[in-house]
């Protein structure tokens, strides 16, 4: 029943930020500032409603200035709401270009000035990330899940390399953010539901690499993130 009651609070809310949104968003269409003050719409009241602990220790994201790329796992449609919180100023983020067409939301994406790739057509896609590398340049951040799909399980799959190609031809950091396994532990039919911890790692340079270093690079990010994962995972069945 409870979890009836929060879905139902949950279309509200969607709805109310999505009317708020539009208006923010074509007041000022594209400002690089807009998806983070989107993301704060949509997560602080869900936090609540959906009864979730957030944990968030994410000073190194913090203080990082615009101009680096973000990698995070990615878990379900609710990190949204989860991760809405720790998005740093002036940061971007890359979605499927179908997204676009998702009422209320898609336009709230494409008015925040994020990057829409059509992964069904190589050179589009190929563009697109040459746009992505643009942005890194003009001090803005880039959000990338690397795993390129919603992934509940244990071990992080394989990195995909865009991510890595964007930084390294910026030449600008690259932050890795890790979530604990929340998607599976979470109980929405409880008052509290459960409890999501958030840690960001210290900045990775890039200045430097060569494309020749992807390979590496994505190993060491992906290591040190799932190491991150496994620890969180640890503290939070000690809490």
């Known amino acids: 029943?409870?979890?009836?009651?929060?879905?139902?609070?949950?279309?509200?809310?969607?709805?109310?930020?999505?009317?708020?949104?539009?208006l923010i968003g074509l007041c000022r269409p594209f400002h690089p500032d807009n998806s983070r003050v989107f993301a704060r719409l949509y997560s602080r009241p869900a936090i609540r409603i959906l009864g979730l602990?957030?944990?968030a220790q994410v000073r190194p994201l913090f203080e990082q200035?615009?101009?680096?790329?973000?990698?995070?796992?990615?878990?379900?449609n609710y990190d949204l709401f989860v991760l809405g919180q720790v998005v740093p100023r002036r940061t971007v983020c890359i979605g499927k270009k179908s997204l676009k067409w998702v009422p209320f939301f898609g336009q709230l994406f494409w008015l925040?000035?994020?990057?829409?790739?059509?992964?069904?057509n190589a050179y589009q896609a190929r563009r697109a990330l040459q746009t992505t590398t643009r942005t890194l340049k003009r001090d803005t951040s880039i959000w990338v899940f690397p795993e390129g799909t919603r992934n509940q399980g244990s071990e992080l799959l394989a990195f995909k390399k865009g991510a890595f190609q964007m930084a390294i031809?910026?030449?600008?950091?690259?932050?890795?953010?890790?979530?604990?396994?929340?998607a599976r532990s979470v109980r929405w039919n409880r008052w509290r539901a459960g409890r999501v911890a958030v840690r960001s790692l210290p900045a990775i340079p890039t200045q430097g690499l060569t494309?020749?270093?992807?390979?590496?690079?994505?190993?060491?990010?992906?290591?040190?993130?799932?190491?991150?994962i496994d620890e969180?995972?640890?503290q939070l069945q000690h809490a």
């Not at 000035?113 to 069904?120: A, F, H, M, S, W």
């Not at 031809?169 to 929340?182: E, F, H, K, M």
């Not at 494309?211 to 993130?225: G, H, N, T, W």
């Open 1 to 22: 029943m409870l979890f009836i009651v929060r879905m139902f609070l949950m279309g509200l809310h969607f709805l109310a930020v999505g009317g708020v949104g539009l």
């Open 53 to 55: 602990t957030l944990d």
């Open 65 to 76: 200035p615009p101009g680096c790329v973000i990698i995070a796992n990615h878990q379900s």
């Open 112 to 120: 925040g000035g994020n990057v829409l790739i059509n992964r069904g």
């Open 169 to 182: 031809d910026a030449g600008v950091p690259i932050v890795p953010l890790c979530v604990s396994r929340y």
């Open 211 to 228: 494309s020749k270093d992807i390979p590496a690079l994505m190993q060491q990010c992906r290591e040190q993130m799932q190491a991150c």
């Open 232 to 234: 969180l995972e640890r």
